[in-house]
């Protein structure tokens, strides 16, 4: 498939237990992007990779929340002692490599929906 | 702190009809503005990209104006159809290149036949 795949497509949970959501972006994209969307909430973003740099982690709402990206390319985004606030959709994007504008497009997957009882 | 509104009350309209969809921030300087479109149960799925240096940009049946003065984005559908149908998001782009998005909450269109 060419597109971004997202796993579980769904996942309940009880309060208290950790998850962990997987995204396998598009093969060749540098650029991937973790993003929460709440019932009549916008897009909220939660963490940026980039090649080898460093990522911005600056979107995360607590330290209950990590990811990683292993070998560049597949990343887990992690979830700790989950509360009730965590049910939402989780999008994973990625953009590819090329001129400016190709770089800042983002192409989604089609989510995790987490639901905490 | 940086807010973008859109309209968040659905539009309803006929089949044949141009769409009209607005997105207005504030505290915020994009280097790109894009449109995305949300259909239930998927993410989603890029449209168009302006950059700020640009007033308009057409594509098929779609065409987005940008207003840096007036921090407005306009998103109009031409000749909408029934599979038009769905939610469009603005979103904001801080740098041109790889970039977190900003979005905003997305209005729902709803084209009847």
């Known amino acids: 498939g060419a597109g971004v795949s997202q796993s579980p497509s769904n996942k309940v949970t009880e309060k208290g237990k950790d998850v962990e959501l997987r995204c396998d972006p598009i093969?060749?994209?540098?650029?991937l992007y973790w993003y929460r969307q709440s019932l009549g909430q916008g897009l909220e973003f939660l963490i940026y990779f980039q090649g080898n740099s460093a990522p911005d982690k600056s979107g995360l709402p607590s330290d209950r929340f990590s990811a990683e990206r292993t070998g560049g390319s597949v990343s887990t985004l992690t979830i700790q002692r989950t509360q009730q606030e965590d049910s939402a959709v989780y999008l994973c994007?990625?953009?590819?490599?090329?001129?400016?504008?190709?770089?800042?497009?983002?192409?989604f997957g089609a989510g995790t929906r987490l639901s905490v009882l | 702190s940086q807010k973008i509104e859109q309209n968040s009350e659905a539009l309803n309209i006929q089949e044949g009809k141009t769409a009209t969809l607005t997105c207005n921030y504030t505290n915020y300087s994009p280097a790109y503005l894009q449109w995305y479109r949300q259909d239930p149960g998927r993410g989603p799925v890029f449209l168009l990209l302006?950059?700020?240096?640009?007033k308009e940009k057409r594509k098929e049946r779609l065409k987005v104006t940008f207003d840096t003065t007036l921090k407005q984005s306009l998103f109009h559908i031409t000749a909408s159809q029934p599979a038009d149908s769905a939610t469009y998001l603005c979103a904001l782009a801080p740098n041109s290149g790889y970039s977190t998005l900003t979005f905003g909450k997305g209005t729902m269109l709803l084209v009847s036949p």
């Open positions: 994007a990625s953009s590819g490599a090329g001129q400016a504008i190709a770089k800042n497009i983002q192409y």
């Open positions: 302006i950059r700020e240096n640009e």
């Open positions: 093969s060749g994209h540098t650029a």
